[in-house]
């Protein structure tokens, strides 16, 4: 499949790259060389090959969720610098009073 220039050019605007006289010939042949590999795999038949997520197996790694009853806000307030009755309390971020 060959690329054409513009297509080329529409291509490095959508990766917002500039590139050079030098730069678009070379990536005209290259891509088209790389998109003739790919057609070429269109003609294998894989009519019998199972569709896969994973080309090996994938267990997951995360516990299981489980509930805890929370911690006293007495012993959590306990650490704070500064509190308001049963909140922490925080410089302003925005400028806000």
């Known amino acids: ?12 605007t959508l990766c917002r790259i500039g590139l050079t006289e030098e730069d678009t010939e070379r990536l005209q042949g290259q891509l088209s060389q790389i ?6 795999l269109n003609g294998l ?9 994973h080309w ?18 007495e012993e959590i307030l306990s650490n704070a610098p500064q509190r308001t009755d049963n909140f922490f309390r925080v410089f302003n971020v925005l400028g806000e009073p």
């Open 56 to 73: 090996i197996n994938v267990t997951s790694v995360m516990r299981s969720d489980s509930t805890e009853p929370p911690f006293p806000t």
């Open 35 to 40: 998109l003739e590999q790919f057609s070429i």
């Open 1 to 12: 499949m060959e690329l054409s220039r513009e297509e080329i050019e529409h291509i490095a």
């Open 45 to 53: 038949d894989t009519s019998e090959v199972s569709a896969t997520g």
